[in-house]
């Protein structure tokens, strides 16, 4: 039973970071139907640019204090995933709005593949998993569970309740606010939006932009809570997000985290009790993915696709 | 005078096939001015260059003497030229007030309330369902939320294209009528219309658009008592 | 730790990162005015193209003769005679500076001939720009400096900066008068004969082109530290002279004459690949990589039936391959194969190809519902659990880490496959039967693309490509078609596979990673979707450049990235683009056009129109 409550916990937290990143493949999926493959690298870049923000821009004095030390890795990760999503979005997709659907796929990819070498090749000792600092938020619940005892993280808290919050806040401001408004009609019909004076670019540039900060700040928090970064991550964890979208339902909030917290459990679970173990979870995720999209095509959230006019 | 909108010699391409040749047309201040012509002879490709949407080949707008073809989409409506497309095209997903909310997009000043209050009377039918899905309605009442919502910018100059195509009679007559008060409330109107008989009777001006070219021209009455018009788009030898 | 260093190092380093892209945005800003403003000047000049040409044609064949550095790397001259003075040996001309000589002469004589001379001067310039730039970066960042390229005080070396000059020249030249004229059309009837000639010509020509770019700079790495500027500045020079003889309608005329004569081209294509054992290029060492190009290309074009004609994007394809070599291994008799048969090869490379085929139908089974977007990320996943699967050895099918070791050569009628060969008194390099294997195999699945790309089903897939509503619309099963071409295309990766266990001889998991199905993606695409030469070029480009740049093999993956994303920006048909393909993406962002806003998705009609 203790075993089984971890890895529940697990689940929560891992589902937690793939929401996180699910979110800017959702957002952006919705509003120009592309994936961007390289969304999971931007994750593992806020991942690196957080820890460089520690080593080599905090003064030591300000590092062991964890709520000065833990914000400026944050907004250090978050900018620079930003400021990658925005150029990435300006440079690599723009120009391809209107070429033929394989095109922007193809770039993502190659996107993709570049950022991950250039990290690798480019970061200190990134060409194998860089340690984060341990020093801080590394205290330990335990607790007393049937047969067992169970251990909760202060940095898997974390990961969940920034989710959550992320996700709500997220929530809140697509359906409320102005830009918000915007941002959802240029993704139904893009033209017409443009007839009520919304901008696209402005929209889109917006989408990516907290799409990078979302997952520039999962990268903090996996660095965090596992204790290293390296380079492999992005491509992983981008897999994961990405098919969490799907499944909620491209182009919905609710359904990417719903989506990432199933996606977290499952894969913890059949890593823990079904046949294989964590070699061949994998499958178990996608054989639910194919699973939920041959009953339902656009996911458990999302909207039936628009018909064309 | 100037006219308010004037287009001279419009040529635009989609590729290397060219859907308007050669269109030219005024718009006066205050007026009713209709385009008809038949389905594919450029009409809506005309109202989507004007407002920005596609870039013309060549030739000239002018809006109050000003060229407005290199503008973006939202200058253009920013200056005071709303669109309300064919087919409506709703936000299906949002509901009335949102859809009306992103009319009044470009807006900043604090007349908005005030104004959606207005479409809300204008069609008491939307104000009972404001918080319903745009989806969810029925033809006329889509096209009425369409209307509303391009009036919300405040335009100067409101561009509607075929806003009679699958309604009923009743609610074509409605629509009409509707025009007629946006009329008389100061509105000056560029109609295109496949529904000829209806859009030249109300119009101050109107012009036969034919293959990409504007081919007659004339007062709304000289138009509709043309042979050439009968025979052509009223169905009449 | 020695590698944490100091905090406000990070401040000063973040300070020269920006100071460094704001001049770069700046250089290249004005380097665009400059461009700019210059158009502009010569498209009202349109008699300034005989003067600017000759200038251009002039300074280059002088900067051929110019020695191009100023001293000696390592253990010789850089590239073959950089360092000559011309008058201490007027005719020991070679390498990249006889190239450069060639473009400059071609530059003058077009100005006196009645030839499109803007279009050719264009491609010469390029050409010429692009064997300055590798000749002159590569000493100046090899550790030469600015003084290797200008002078170190006794020596002085302008041979670069003046090609370079000439180049942009070449380019102004081609600017005047604002257009460019039309590519001549050359009529494509001629007699049998003529035609017969030409075609042989051509190939013998492209073949003798292969081997020497093959031999170009040699096999690279440490024993030979140039082989990488050599060999780029040779496809500098090819590119030129290929784009040149495009400008006059050449490379149509000959296009066009092969369609008319397909299966005389087919057969003479296919003759000389078998010749090129006896070039330059026939030894053990370009005979093993010309057959992995053969490997890789095969299952190119099967990856192109999925992606090019159907539009299914698939990122796991590679699998296929691997379940290919994998059955063959376990086929073979290998000690470590998990069935004690050994079966011959072809029925071996059968049931290879039918079980591929299979999975093919399996993985591609999702999209009867899935949309196509989502099944890139299936058939992503597919390749990733073929990889875990491999990995550990699942059925003990795999040898996992071990891998399946030791699977036997070919063995056909007491010749083994992987020794020399000798044929009367010649005696071939060996691997030489494996290549030739190969061709043959590469023939036959071009000749399947072929045949499926103008059937029904071909059809079938390009209108799925184009608009699958439309398509189901038109009463096209497109489930069916769609299962169809991914059990074509990993059938066909399943045969290739088969080919590939037995010439390694070692079959692993990690030959089968997703940077693999990257590397068949980017040769389809490369070489233009849908087009078979496309695959075949692709595949070979992408496997001959890594082993030519050695010394940058660190960023061989960079590289990767940053041809797909360039590619799909500028040339997204491809270098061979296929016919059908050509007219329907030629005015859409490759001619470079920025296309600022988003595009209509709704009225058909309206994809193609320019927004703003």
Redesign the interface.
């Known amino acids: 039973m203790a075993t089984l409550l971890q890895q529940l916990i697990n689940g929560l937290v891992l589902g937690g970071l793939i929401a996180l990143i699910a979110l800017g493949y959702t957002m952006v999926y919705g509003i120009i139907q592309l994936i961007n493959f390289a969304h999971g690298e931007v994750f593992m870049v806020g991942g690196f640019a957080s820890l460089a923000t520690y080593r080599y821009f905090l003064p030591p004095s300000w590092r062991s204090d964890w709520w000065l030390a833990l914000p400026l890795m944050a907004i250090g990760g978050a900018v620079v995933a930003v400021v990658l999503a925005v150029v990435m979005e300006r440079f690599a997709y723009r120009p391809l709005r209107n070429a033929p659907r394989l095109a922007p796929l193809i770039t993502a990819l190659g996107v993709s593949v570049i950022l991950k070498e250039v990290v690798r090749l480019g970061y200190p000792g990134a060409t194998a998993p860089v340690p984060f600092p341990r020093a801080f938020v590394d205290h330990q619940f335990r607790f007393e569970f049937f047969d067992g005892t169970v251990n909760i993280g202060s940095t898997a808290i974390l990961m969940i309740v920034v989710s959550i919050v992320g996700a709500i806040i997220l929530q809140t401001y697509i359906t409320r606010s102005r830009m918000g408004r915007a941002m959802r009609a240029t993704a139904q019909d893009p033209d017409t939006a443009r007839l009520m004076g919304v901008n696209p670019n402005r929209t889109i540039v917006l989408t990516f932009t907290i799409g990078g900060a979302l997952a520039g700040i999962a990268g903090v928090l996996y660095g965090i809570h596992i204790t290293n970064v390296d380079t492999e991550v992005g491509f992983l964890y981008g897999i994961f997000a990405f098919t969490a979208a799907v499944l909620g339902g491209v182009g919905s909030i609710k359904g990417a985290v719903i989506g990432g917290f199933a996606i977290g459990l499952i894969k913890t679970l059949s890593g823990q009790y079904f046949p294989g173990g964590t070699q061949y979870d994998l499958v178990w995720i996608f054989v639910l993915l194919i699973v939920v999209l041959v009953f339902r095509p656009q996911g458990l959230f999302g909207e039936p696709e628009r018909v064309r006019a | 005078m100037t006219a308010l909108l004037e287009v001279q010699n419009l040529s635009v391409a989609y590729g290397a096939i060219e859907a308007v040749r050669d269109v030219s047309f005024a718009v006066g201040e205050g007026q009713i001015v209709s385009l008809i012509g038949s389905n594919g002879a450029g009409k809506t490709t005309t109202l989507r260059t004007i407002s920005g949407l596609l870039r013309p080949k060549s030739g000239t707008i002018l809006l109050e003497g000003k060229p407005i073809a290199d503008l973006a989409a939202h200058t253009i409506l920013e200056r005071g030229v709303a669109h309300c497309p064919e087919g409506r095209r709703l936000f299906g997903r949002m509901t009335v007030e949102e859809n009306l909310q992103l009319g009044a997009y470009v807006r900043k000043d604090s007349g908005v309330a005030a104004d959606m209050q207005r479409v809300y009377d204008l069609f008491p039918v939307l104000g009972q369902r404001r918080t319903l899905k745009a989806g969810l309605f029925s033809g006329g009442e889509q096209q009425m939320l369409a209307i509303g919502r391009a009036m919300m910018s405040r335009p100067r100059l409101l561009m509607l294209d075929e806003p009679s195509m699958g309604l009923s009679p009743i609610m074509t007559q409605r629509i009409f009528d509707t025009i007629k008060e946006l009329q008389a409330a100061g509105t000056t109107i560029l109609l295109v219309e496949q529904n000829a008989l209806a859009a030249l009777a109300l119009s101050d001006r109107g012009y036969v658009v034919d293959l990409g070219r504007t081919t007659l021209e004339g007062p709304g009455h000289e138009l509709l008592a043309d042979e050439r018009v009968r025979a052509a788009y009223l169905g009449e030898d | 730790m020695k ?5 406000p ?3 000063i ?2 300070g020269q990162v920006l100071l460094a892209i704001a001049v770069v945005i700046g250089v290249v800003y004005v380097l665009r005015l400059g461009w700019r403003a210059a158009s502009a000047f010569l498209a009202t000049r349109p008699a300034l193209d005989r003067p600017l040409g000759l200038t251009g044609g002039v300074i280059a064949v002088v900067g051929a003769l110019l020695p191009w550095v100023t001293f000696r790397l390592n253990d010789g001259p850089y590239p073959d005679k950089a360092t000559l003075q011309f008058f201490d040996a007027p005719f020991a001309l070679s390498g990249f500076r006889l190239h450069t000589l060639v473009l400059g002469v071609l530059a003058i004589v077009v100005l006196f001939l009645p030839l499109p001379r803007r279009r050719v001067l264009r491609a010469l310039g390029l050409g010429a720009i692009g064997i300055a730039l590798v000749n002159i970066l590569f000493p100046v960042i090899d550790g030469g400096g600015l003084g290797a390229i200008t002078s170190d005080g006794e020596n002085f070396a302008f041979g670069g900066i003046a090609t370079l000059v000439a180049g942009l020249l070449l380019l102004f030249a081609a600017k005047t008068g604002g257009v460019l004229e039309p590519v001549p059309h050359w009529k494509s009837a001629v007699p049998r004969l003529v035609a017969y000639a030409v075609l042989v010509i051509s190939f013998v020509v492209l073949l003798l082109v292969v081997a020497m770019m093959l031999n170009a700079g040699g096999q690279g790495g440490v024993g030979n530290p140039y082989a990488g500027p050599i060999f780029l500045s040779l496809l500098a020079f090819l590119a030129g002279v290929l784009g040149a003889l495009q400008a006059i309608g050449l490379t149509t005329w000959i296009s066009a004459l092969s369609d008319q004569h397909k299966w005389f081209s087919v057969v003479v294509l296919l003759l000389v690949a078998l010749g090129l054992p006896f070039t330059e290029a026939g030894t053990d060492y370009w005979m093993t990589t010309a057959a992995n190009i053969g490997v890789y290309a095969a299952t190119a074009i099967g990856l192109n039936i999925v ?1 090019g004609l159907a ?1 299914l ?1 698939d ?1 796991g394809y590679v699998a296929f391959l691997g379940i290919g070599a994998f059955v063959a291994a376990n086929f073979s008799g290998a000690a470590a194969a998990a069935f004690d048969i050994e079966l011959p090869f072809v029925v071996a490379a059968i049931i290879a190809a039918v079980v591929a085929g299979i999975f093919g139908a399996v993985v591609g089974s ?1 999209t009867l ?6 099944l ?3 058939t ?3 390749g ?2 073929f990889k ?2 491999a ?2 050895n699942i059925g003990d099918l795999t040898g996992g880490a071990n891998a399946i070791p030791n699977v036997p050569p070919i063995n056909w009628f007491g010749q083994s496959f992987d020794k020399p060969l000798t044929i009367g008194s010649v005696e071939l390099p060996s691997g030489v039967l494996y290549y030739v294997l190969i061709i043959v195999l590469v023939a036959l699945v071009m000749v399947v693309f072929a045949n499926l790309k103008n059937s029904r089903i071909g059809r079938a897939w390009i209108a799925i490509r184009e608009d699958e ?1 439309a398509a189901r619309a038109m009463g096209i099963k497109t489930g069916q078609a769609k299962i169809l071409a991914f059990l074509i295309g990993a059938t066909l990766a399943g045969l290739a596979g088969a080919v590939f266990a037995h010439k390694t001889s070692t079959v692993a998991y990690d030959s089968f990673q ?2 693999e199905s ?1 590397t068949l ?1 980017a040769a389809v ?1 490369l070489g233009g ?1 849908g087009s078979i030469p496309g695959a075949v070029l692709g595949a070979a480009l992408l496997l001959v450049l890594p082993e030519k740049l050695r010394e940058f093999s ?2 061989r ?2 590289l ?6 360039l590619i ?2 500028f040339r ?1 048909q491809g270098l061979v683009p296929d016919r059908h393909r050509r007219a ?2 030629a ?3 490759a001619d470079g056009v ?19």
Do not use: C, S
Request: proline share 5%; glycine share 8%; net charge negative.
């Open positions: 590698e944490w260093i100091e905090y190092d990070g401040w380093w973040l992606v539009g994007l990122l999702p519902r899935v949309r196509g977007d989502y890139a990320i299936v992503l996943a597919f990733e659990i875990k699967a990995q550990n509503d997703f940077i990257v993606l695409i979707m660190d960023y993956l960079m990767f990235g940053l041809a797909l994303v799909m920006r997204p329907e993406l005015d859409e962002g920025p296309i600022e806003e988003l595009n209509v998705h709704d009225t058909p009609g309206d994809e193609k129109a320019v927004t703003r």
